[in-house]
Protein backbone atom coordinates (compact mmCIF):
# COMPACT_ATOMS: atom_id res chain seq x y z
CA UNK A 1 0.00 0.00 0.00
CA UNK A 2 1.00 3.24 -0.86
CA UNK A 3 -0.09 6.96 0.89
CA UNK A 4 -1.21 9.40 -1.93
CA UNK A 5 -1.35 13.31 -1.93
CA UNK A 6 -4.75 14.34 -3.77
CA UNK A 7 -4.94 17.70 -5.07
CA UNK A 8 -8.34 19.26 -5.52
CA UNK A 9 -9.98 22.03 -5.34
CA UNK A 10 -13.77 23.90 -4.18
CA UNK A 11 -15.56 26.49 -5.54
CA UNK A 12 -16.44 28.38 -1.87
CA UNK A 13 -15.41 27.52 1.75
CA UNK A 14 -19.05 25.56 2.21
CA UNK A 15 -18.26 22.93 -0.16
CA UNK A 16 -14.33 22.64 1.00
CA UNK A 17 -15.94 21.77 4.53
CA UNK A 18 -18.30 19.56 3.61
CA UNK A 19 -16.39 17.75 0.67
CA UNK A 20 -12.94 17.43 3.40
CA UNK A 21 -16.04 16.15 6.15
CA UNK A 22 -17.25 13.47 4.05
CA UNK A 23 -13.97 12.31 3.18
CA UNK A 24 -13.52 11.67 6.40
CA UNK A 25 -16.58 9.94 7.87
CA UNK A 26 -16.31 7.69 4.29
CA UNK A 27 -13.29 6.49 5.53
CA UNK A 28 -11.79 7.36 2.24
CA UNK A 29 -9.06 10.05 3.71
CA UNK A 30 -7.16 10.16 6.71
CA UNK A 31 -6.72 13.51 6.41
CA UNK A 32 -8.11 16.68 4.01
CA UNK A 33 -5.92 19.66 4.65
CA UNK A 34 -7.93 22.98 3.57
CA UNK A 35 -6.01 26.03 2.20
CA UNK A 36 -7.00 29.64 1.71
CA UNK A 37 -8.68 30.49 -1.31
CA UNK A 38 -6.20 31.39 -4.21
CA UNK A 39 -6.72 32.44 -8.13
CA UNK A 40 -7.04 30.32 -10.15
CA UNK A 41 -6.09 31.55 -14.15
CA UNK A 42 -6.85 28.01 -16.58
CA UNK A 43 -8.29 27.59 -20.06
CA UNK A 44 -12.18 26.64 -20.24
CA UNK A 45 -14.26 25.68 -23.31
CA UNK A 46 -12.06 27.62 -25.38
CA UNK A 47 -12.15 31.33 -22.61
CA UNK A 48 -9.15 32.03 -20.37
CA UNK A 49 -10.94 31.68 -16.89
CA UNK A 50 -10.25 33.26 -13.48
CA UNK A 51 -11.62 31.86 -10.29
CA UNK A 52 -11.39 31.88 -6.73
CA UNK A 53 -11.25 28.46 -5.45
CA UNK A 54 -9.94 26.69 -2.19
CA UNK A 55 -7.26 24.04 -2.47
CA UNK A 56 -8.00 20.85 -0.51
CA UNK A 57 -4.86 18.57 0.20
CA UNK A 58 -6.54 14.78 0.89
CA UNK A 59 -4.49 12.15 2.65
CA UNK A 60 -5.71 8.89 1.27
CA UNK A 61 -4.18 5.32 0.50
CA UNK A 62 -4.07 4.43 -3.20
CA UNK A 63 -6.23 0.64 -2.49
CA UNK A 64 -8.78 3.75 -1.42
CA UNK A 65 -7.96 6.22 -4.38
CA UNK A 66 -10.26 4.69 -7.20
CA UNK A 67 -13.43 4.75 -4.42
CA UNK A 68 -11.75 8.42 -3.71
CA UNK A 69 -11.94 9.24 -7.23
CA UNK A 70 -15.40 8.19 -8.15
CA UNK A 71 -17.62 9.80 -4.80
CA UNK A 72 -15.10 13.11 -5.71
CA UNK A 73 -16.70 13.73 -9.16
CA UNK A 74 -19.79 12.84 -8.45
CA UNK A 75 -20.01 15.10 -4.96
CA UNK A 76 -18.26 17.91 -7.09
CA UNK A 77 -20.21 20.67 -8.63
CA UNK A 78 -17.67 21.18 -11.32
CA UNK A 79 -17.86 19.15 -14.77
CA UNK A 80 -14.08 18.47 -14.66
CA UNK A 81 -13.10 18.70 -11.31
CA UNK A 82 -8.80 18.76 -10.44
CA UNK A 83 -8.07 15.38 -9.43
CA UNK A 84 -4.57 14.67 -8.93
CA UNK A 85 -2.87 11.46 -6.99
CA UNK A 86 0.67 12.36 -5.84
CA UNK A 87 2.24 8.73 -4.55
CA UNK A 88 4.29 9.41 -1.67
CA UNK A 89 7.10 6.89 -1.77
CA UNK A 90 8.43 7.92 1.70
CA UNK A 91 7.24 8.90 5.21
CA UNK A 92 7.15 8.52 8.75
CA UNK A 93 6.38 5.03 9.01
CA UNK A 94 4.14 5.28 11.76
CA UNK A 95 2.14 8.22 9.98
CA UNK A 96 1.73 6.07 6.89
CA UNK A 97 0.58 3.25 9.51
CA UNK A 98 -1.93 6.04 10.66
CA UNK A 99 -3.41 6.48 7.01
CA UNK A 100 -3.65 3.04 5.78
CA UNK A 101 -5.39 2.23 8.88
CA UNK A 102 -7.92 5.42 8.98
CA UNK A 103 -8.90 4.20 5.16
CA UNK A 104 -9.21 0.75 5.77
CA UNK A 105 -12.04 -0.09 3.70
CA UNK A 106 -14.87 -1.55 5.16
CA UNK A 107 -14.99 -5.53 5.39
Known amino acids: MTTQLVLTTAPDTELA ?3 AHELIANGLAAC ?3 FAPCQ ?4 WQGQIERTTEIPLVIVTDDT ?4 LEAWL ?3 HP ?3 PEILAIPCTDGHPDYLAWVSNCTRAPT
Not at 40 to 43: A, K, N
Not at 64 to 67: L, V
Request: net charge positive; glycine share 0%; charged share 40%.
Open 17 to 19: DRL
Open 40 to 43: STYR
Open 73 to 75: KAA
Open 78 to 80: YDL
Open 64 to 67: RYPE
Open 32 to 34: VKQ
